[in-house]
């Protein structure tokens, strides 16, 4: 069983930084691929970022492309989303996933194991 963490979620203002952290308990998390999701108010929870458990391949949605970056650090059992030039579009519930397996996917239901979500708001 994997339990996962998110935090580092916040109320900030439009092009601000916030970089949220994803805490995994589990022996070897590289065994994992990891990714963010997110879901605002009145919508579907969408794909974000993802990264391969070796960290050697990433994925982003077209809308965070040179602005968010996905990395990891398996010695602390950690992923992070670092969120630049933040929009109030950026708002929802950020939620990190894993599966076991090397590479990443998109679908959400690739994903077995799941956060309970941190609030990222920006206002304008």
């Known amino acids: 069983q994997v339990q996962l963490v998110e935090s580092g979620g916040g109320l900030v203002q439009a092009g601000d930084s916030l970089r949220l952290s994803c805490a995994a308990s589990?022996?070897?998390?590289?065994?994992?691929?990891v990714a963010w999701f997110r879901q605002a108010p009145g919508k579907e929870r969408e794909f974000v970022a993802a990264i391969s458990w070796s960290s050697g391949s990433t994925d982003y949605a077209d809308a965070m492309k040179g602005r968010f970056s996905i990395s990891r650090d398996n010695a602390k059992n950690t992923v992070y989303l670092q969120m630049n030039s933040l929009k109030p579009e950026d708002t929802a519930v950020y939620y990190c996933a894993a599966r076991y397996g090397s590479t990443w996917n998109r679908p959400l239901a690739e994903y077995r194991y799941w956060g309970q979500g941190t609030q990222v708001t920006v206002s304008s």
């Open positions: 589990v022996r070897t998390f590289s065994g994992y691929a």
